[in-house]
């Protein structure tokens, strides 16, 4: 891959990461209980339990996909980026999103594969 | 805050009113008759009756971010804004909706803080 | 309303919230923290905030409606009943639903009615 | 097919439309405008257009059936019986939609195919 | 728990399995291309590959759980304790479920529950 | 139309199938065996059959609209187009999708009115 290239991929990971923890921050500071606490569940529903945090990643990732839910997808597709999930295990995953939630599954699918390719390429320039 | 990010984030305000009436001009234009009075009853729903109409843009609002619709969540600030209610009251409304919706209904939170943020500064700017 | 029909629609009133508390006791006992704090949420979310009691679980109601959840809508509609919320507030509502969801929502709006009878139905022979 | 199986079946399709047409009477008798006019708007949709009666009765069975909405399906699916669309039609939406919408759409799928046996068992027995 | 109860258990199982089987049956002795091969793959889908058959029951699990889709839920239950996975990590797949998919899953878990229920009773009594 | 306008609008359509193409081959270079298969299957269910192609891509149109899946709908707008289907026809589909899915559907009928555009506007400048 090309130098310029990888940069462009590699701030596509910067800049979702700078907007979400921005606006996650205001949205704390707010101090509205309720939705403190989801986002605090939400750190701990993913931590080593009966299942161990690949799996729970991955079910993370599922459960975002076929709600396509393209930021949530690109989250999780990070943490199990970070966690050593590789990409076949990643797509397995997928395909049986795109199996259960149907074909309108698919242009998430395409924004994952290039996030994906965006986290590698960030991984491999840093 | 700065003048000029007071000016980007009316602008955000701007370009979403101006896109969807210009849209909106042209699916009208087009008198498929469904879609018309559709459009019709999406303006009667709103108005005074058992209901206040700030209650009635609240459930609009609950509505649309539980089905995830950015630019219905959108719309609803504006008119909630434009009612007087507050910040504290809309979010108390969208805790219902991550609530009830799932987590996968935050990045829309996200979208809703950073619009409502614009609401503000076209406010502070005008 | 002739006494045995009342007592079939008291019956459903009865029924759901037999079932509902029956499996929430297990699940509860379970011990997972997540689905616990989810729970302890639900409740803390519809209490008296910057809105009211009223508006929070018409809120409720709207969410559970154009999610097309039957039993969520139930549980709002009964909650409703118990604060005072009369059946055009309460139609008034779902009439937000239906318009923002669509007549896929119609069929839940049907089994709505028929609980809102039934929750007068067991009021009255009480 | 033995005559008690019919008549179960038939029965199935009088019951659902019994049901049906009582709620919906409820519902129209409670004069809320919205919803009334939304009923409107649900006969109108389907009737001949641009496109022919029997193409838009598929569109409101695929939107149905990937909505996962089975009174909904229910419905078109009878109302396409009675135009005249044959077995073979349907199924091609219905495949259609179950591509579309997922593995998830199979359990109304399945339900679907009851339906329309009991729609030709009560034409049959008639 | 006592017999009868027991059995009233294991016949829901049952029950579920003779519907799911005579509808699926009958949906691929019509020969519709598309709905044979999306069924064929349905059971690919599951087999092992980089993940193993565990993890990919409870990601299917978790994708029909947020989609809320009781029979798949169901088909995924019965699997998964077929697999010899355990309650506790079945609970834990729930939980991220119930999380992601917002409380309107909660009646979904209630199902859950009662179909784990029912399929350890059905277990203790063969 | 002026040209500079009409060249942005053809470039909205070379732009969505460059990237819809680009990753679509990296997706099927994978060779992951359930997503080539639903991919597959997808080129086939829009196939002539019982019913006609027309019919079925304003099926798939529907069904991608009231899912609220923009991709999905840029692409069948775009097969509709090419198979000759008029603006009229399509929009009908469009309306009944908005009945059925709500007024929540609206913002995907903006979007799919102005890829229509940019679409006659390709064909007029070629």
Redesign the interface.
């Known amino acids: 891959m090309n130098e310029k290239k990888q940069k462009n991929m590699s701030n596509s990971v910067k800049d979702f990461n700078a ?2 923890s921005k ?2 921050d ?2 704390l500071a ?1 101090n ?4 403190k ?3 605090n ?2 750190t ?3 931590t080593q ?3 161990d945090v690949k ?2 990643e ?3 990732l ?3 996909a ?7 997808v690109k989250y999780h597709l990070e943490t199990s980026y970070g966690l050593g999930l ?4 990643v ?17 998430h ?3 994952a ?2 996030y994906w ?1 965006a986290l590698e390429s960030q991984s491999e320039s840093s």
């Open positions: 907007y979400r606006m996650n205001k949205i707010d509205n209980k309720i939705i606490r989801i986002f569940l939400d701990n529903a993913y339990g009966a299942l799996t729970k991955l079910l993370g599922v459960a975002s076929v709600l396509r839910c393209d930021d949530c590789n990409k076949e295990e797509v397995e995953a997928l395909s049986i999103a795109t199996l259960v939630g149907g074909t309108i599954v698919i242009p699918l395409r924004r594969y290039e390719d």
